[in-house]
């Protein structure tokens, strides 16, 4: 068979996430709580499916989850997307992205992915046969090089993928990199992909800088977000995407010929939830508690850390413990140890040559102890 992605093998989710089970590890790898959501939304779910909401949503989803997804976008960002246009609910925030990749990249286009990326972005754009122009952040702290960022664009730049909060390494962008963004596209015609799904978790009082806040930036941006990472329900993939109209006619006629349309039941059970802000404000609290349990726990270990900013991921440096590769150290601890994790070399190119691991936190205080406590004895 002559393979569309050659290059392409099995997320790294999936194989260390097989790993962890065959081992029977304490698994801190893939991003997923192992709490349930809050009893109030499961109940609402199932008053939903009790109620009928059981055959095709409408295609660009329930109008009464996207009335309320705008207000929210509105208090928070200062921005109005109108329900009937410029909202839709997708599989996820993975199909809002693939459906944006394949809607806007043609041929020969170059897009510009920040490394390390979340893995999903690339294998997208090389389907449509778009051109991976990366640009690494740098540094131990991942901080962006706006010159480089500058110098990397060209007449072929289609579009800009950016993500913060940042899985894997949980730095967020400040108003400064937002408006250094603005600037260098100011006057081109580059679409902004803007990955947001970690926006209600941010730490010591930061704010999320949404692009929605930037009129300049949310005139040419596509933002993807997902009910997984805010309601504790990564398995129900229910996510969706912001856009202007003018670009979301064209995601229109993808998606509807991708999905159609997506769990109808679960998007009348968030359309009620979301009325209550408190439901994802209280998250930036419920998460930073976690990091901070996590985070105590291994203070005397010889690994070094950088609180996250943002996101459910820990970044840990070992360079203290051995100079291996992070994907055999990864394997290591998995067989040796017990504790899964995920190497972060997989979101950055061959060049890369740091020794970090990222942990996930979004998990109960008992199994963020079994944790700490191998993380100690190593
Ligand atoms: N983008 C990033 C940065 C993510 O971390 C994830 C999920 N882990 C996604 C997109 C996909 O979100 P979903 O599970 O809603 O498809
Ligand atoms: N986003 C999750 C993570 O980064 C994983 C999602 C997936 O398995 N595709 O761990």
Redesign the pocket.
């Known amino acids: 068979i002559a393979s569309k992605l050659p290059n392409v093998g099995t997320t790294i989710f999936t194989t260390i996430g097989q790993l962890a089970n065959a081992h029977n590890a304490v698994n801190l790898s893939q ?1 997923f709580p192992n709490y349930d959501p809050d009893p109030k939304l499961l109940e609402l779910v199932g008053h939903a499916f009790k109620s009928g909401y059981n055959q095709y949503a409408p295609m660009q989803g329930a109008l009464s989850l996207r009335e309320v997804i705008s207000e929210k976008i509105e208090n928070l960002y200062g921005h109005c997307y109108h329900p009937e246009s410029e909202i839709i609910i997708t599989a ?4 809002a ?1 693939f459906t944006t990749i394949s809607t806007f990249v043609h041929s020969g286009d170059e897009v510009i992915v920040i490394k390390p990326a ?1 893995d ?1 972005y690339e294998p997208a754009i090389e389907l449509f046969g778009g051109v991976v122009i990366p640009v690494a952040l740098e540094g131990n702290d991942f901080k962006m090089n706006w010159e480089k960022f500058k110098s990397a664009i060209s007449s072929q730049t289609k579009m800009v993928i950016i ?1 913060t909060p940042h ?1 894997p390494t949980g730095s967020i962008w400040s108003k400064k990199d937002m408006l250094k963004l603005q600037e260098i596209l100011k006057g081109t015609n580059i679409i902004l992909l803007s ?1 947001e ?2 926006e209600h978790i941010v730490f010591d009082g930061a704010k999320h800088e949404s692009v929605a806040k930037y009129p300049d930036l949310a005139s040419r941006s596509i933002i ?1 977000s ?1 009910f ?2 805010t309601f504790h329900a ?1 398995g129900w ?1 229910m ?1 969706y995407c912001t856009a202007p109209q003018q670009l979301m006619q064209e995601f229109q006629k993808v998606h509807q010929f991708n999905v159609f349309s997506v769990n109808y039941a679960i998007q009348i059970a968030l359309a009620e939830y979301l009325k209550n802000p408190a439901h994802y404000l209280h998250l930036n609290g419920f998460y930073q508690n976690k990091r901070d349990y996590f985070l105590d726990a291994i203070k005397d270990s010889r690994f070094k850390m950088t609180p996250s900013a943002g996101t459910y991921f820990q970044l840990l440096d070992y360079s203290e413990i051995t100079n291996e590769k992070d994907t055999n150290f990864a394997e290591r601890l998995i067989e040796e140890h017990k504790l899964a994790s995920i190497p972060i070399s997989v979101f950055c190119g061959t060049d890369y040559n740091k020794r970090f691991l990222r942990f996930c936190f979004a998990k109960t205080n008992n199994v963020l102890d079994q944790a700490a406590e191998i993380l100690n004895g190593i």
Do not use: L, R
């Open positions: 991003g996820g925030a993975t199909q992205i979340y999903s993500n899985n990955d799904v970690y993807c997902s997984g990472k990564t993939k996510g």
